[in-house]
Antibody, heavy 118, light 111 residues
Framework: QLQLQESGPGLVKPSETLSLTCKVS??????????WGWIRQPPGKGLEWIGS???????YYKPSLKSRVTISVDTSKNHFSLKLTSVTAADTAVYYC??????????WGQGTLVTVSS | QSALTQPASVSGSPGQSLTISCTGT?????????VSWYQQHPGKAPKLLIY???KRPSGVSNRFSGSKSGNTASLTISGLQAEDEADYYC???????????FGGGTELTVL
């Protein structure tokens, strides 16, 4: 059974960079049928798609976040990562990683709360 | 790219059927059969209920069904049960300029 697990700091200071990793187990991130994505949810609010990556490195980013987002993949470690620069309080959210299959998400991580605060 | 439009809340009694709408534009819902629906209980990750407008993943109850007409997609829940009380989100591919967009979410209350 495919499993995804997010990890990273739960607290980031304003203007700094948020960095998260999603470890994939029970399947290969190099499976050529899928992209791997990041989705976030501010407390009490709705879901927001951030972006996704193919194992070969091809990426898609939400246009309004594109200048601050980098998603990368490490096939040797079977994980992919998210970096979001110049964070503000508006970036406080639960961050989910998920497997993207033709623009839908059947497998999700449990989510990790990242708070932006000094 | 604006979020897809969903009603903020809906409610129904056990056993009833209800429908949640998801209105987009000709650039997203109207152009692509890549609409999916997710159920989210408090403190949990979303769960895929419907993909590619009408398809249901293995293990999802057949009480959940999806459809689309023009720029509006719909999720219908039949035989409402207490366990269906949750938040529901639609999602659509929006083409190369906007890519992926979620609806604002609908809170379902079972009376």
């Amino acid at each position: 059974q495919l499993q995804l697990q997010e990890s990273g700091p739960g607290l980031v200071k304003p203007s700094e960079t948020l960095s998260l990793t999603c470890k994939v187990s029970g399947g290969s991130i190099s499976n050529n049928n899928y992209y791997w994505g990041w989705i976030r949810q501010p407390p009490g609010k709705g879901l927001e798609w951030i972006g996704s990556i193919y194992y070969g490195g091809s990426t898609y980013y939400k246009p309004s976040l594109k200048s601050r987002v980098t998603i990368s993949v490490d096939t040797s470690k079977n994980h992919f990562s998210l970096k979001l620069t110049s964070v503000t309080a508006a970036d406080t959210a639960v961050y989910y990683c998920a497997r993207q299959d033709n623009w839908n998400y059947a497998y999700w991580g449990q989510g990790t709360l990242v708070t932006v605060s000094s | 790219q604006s979020a897809l439009t969903q009603p903020a809340s809906v409610s129904g009694s056990p056993g009833q059927s209800l429908t949640i709408s998801c209105t987009g534009t000709s650039g997203d819902v109207g152009s692509w059969n890549l609409v999916s629906w997710y159920q989210q209980h408090p403190g949990k990750a979303p769960k895929l209920l419907i993909y590619e407008v009408t398809k249901r993943p293995s293990g999802v109850s057949n009480r959940f069904s999806g459809s689309k007409s023009g720029n509006t997609a719909s999720l219908t829940i039949s035989g409402l049960q207490a366990e269906d009380e949750a938040d529901y989100y639609c999602y659509s591919y929006a083409g190369s300029s906007a890519l992926g967009v979620f609806g604002g979410g609908t809170e379902l209350t079972v009376l």
